[in-house]
């Protein structure tokens, strides 16, 4: 079985450009998440998906990130106006399981480096 | 709001060492409670799980115990071996909302020498 596919592995960029970040998760997997891991620290969740709609993008910073997931399956995860401070690794995980059965998969990052 | 607490930022042992990684939380009620290791380059791989039902969690070697009283849940292993080598972070679980939130500690890094 394939695992959370992400791409690209790796970015680099002048601030006030913009990047976007492709996850392909795991297939039938109905839940995916976004998170942000900046170095030497624990994964922040940013938005979440049931299908196609998004749950929670609470801690996604609207004014430049977004976060699609048009068909229900792919992602993508946009920065509009890269600042120094984005600098991270950005993961996609996803899930099929409910309640204290839910587990996440977690693909291999996005290392993003905002110069 | 949840918190999980690591306050170990490296741990440096030998072979055969035993290994005890600290992880305290704050929650307002009882939560799952979760063991993540992360290889370099790679994402978090759950490790190990606990839930209220069950208080002792069990993989590869790798033990934790839920302490309600004293709200831990360290991570021990006997004897640890060069390939344990990578950052061991602690979660929290919430269900809610359609989905299953993490919280995550800051991660407590492990090398082994050999």
């Known amino acids: 079985e394939a695992g959370v596919t992400q791409s690209p592995r790796y970015a680099v960029l002048q601030e006030g450009q913009a990047v976007s970040f492709w996850c392909d998760p795991i297939?039938?997997?109905?839940?995916l998440y976004w998170y942000q891991q900046p170095r030497d620290q624990g994964p922040q969740l940013l938005v979440y998906?049931?299908?196609?709609?998004?749950?929670?993008n609470s801690q996604l910073p609207s004014d430049r990130f977004s976060a699609v997931r048009p068909k229900g399956t792919n992602s993508t995860l946009k920065i509009q106006s890269a600042k120094q401070g984005d600098t991270a690794t950005y993961l996609c995980?996803?899930?099929?399981?409910?309640?204290?059965?839910?587990?996440?998969?977690f693909g291999h990052g996005t290392k993003l480096s905002v110069l | 709001g949840d918190s999980v607490t690591q306050k170990q930022g490296q741990v440096t042992l030998s072979e055969d060492d035993f290994l005890f990684i600290n992880c305290t939380y704050s929650?307002?009620?009882?939560?799952?409670l979760l063991w993540y290791v992360q290889y370099p380059g790679q994402g978090p791989q759950l490790l190990l799980k606990?839930?209220?039902?069950?208080n002792k969690g069990i993989s590869r070697g790798f033990e934790a115990t839920y302490d309600k009283g004293t709200t831990s849940f360290h991570l021990q292993k006997a004897s640890v071996q060069e390939s344990d080598s990578a950052v061991y972070f602690c979660?929290?679980?919430?269900?809610?909302?359609?989905?299953?939130?993490?919280?995550f500690g800051t991660g407590t890094s492990l090398l082994v020498d050999p």
């Open positions: 995980a996803s899930s099929l399981g409910r309640g204290e059965n839910e587990r996440l998969f």
């Open positions: 606990v839930t209220t039902a069950n």
């Open positions: 929650t307002t009620t009882y939560p799952t």
């Open positions: 297939s039938g997997h109905d839940t």
């Open positions: 979660a929290l679980a919430r269900t809610r909302n359609m989905g299953y939130k993490l919280t």
């Open positions: 998906f049931r299908d196609e709609a998004v749950i929670d």
